[in-house]
């Protein structure tokens, strides 16, 4: 099996600063994308950032310039340091893995349950 297990949401005030940690475990081979989604009330899921095992990154468009994603790909963890947030960014936030469980094995992507990040005053 394979979990993934997100930390760090809360609540912060406007222009305020959370760090999102996510880490996968479980029977893992390898990993490949790893990072994040978020999902608003009365919203679609959408990205918010992702990197592969090389280090290139993607980054939604609304949190370009604010957002930063990191990977440990030795201990299978991403993290996500938002900066400059905003009330729009209040959404439950979900790590994503794309992950291959053995060496013969195809990739499947995996979620986490997510964390709720609350931008209010």
């Known amino acids: 099996q394979v979990q993934l297990v997100e930390s760090g949401g809360g609540l912060v005030q406007p222009g305020g600063s959370l760090r999102l940690s996510c880490a996968a475990s479980?029977?893992?081979?390898?990993?490949?994308?790893m990072g994040w989604y978020r999902q608003a009330p009365g919203k679609q899921r959408e990205l918010v950032a992702m990197?592969?095992?090389?280090?290139?990154?993607n980054y939604g468009d609304s949190v370009k310039g604010r957002f930063t994603i990191s990977r440990e790909n030795a201990k299978n963890t991403v993290n996500l340091q938002m900066n400059s947030l905003k009330s729009v960014d209040t959404a439950v936030y979900y790590c994503a893995a794309d992950i291959r469980r053995t060496v013969v094995a195809g990739t499947q992507y995996y979620w986490g349950h997510g964390t709720q990040v609350t931008v209010s005053s």
């Open positions: 990197t592969t095992r090389g280090g290139s990154t």
């Open positions: 479980g029977s893992i081979f390898s990993i490949n994308a």
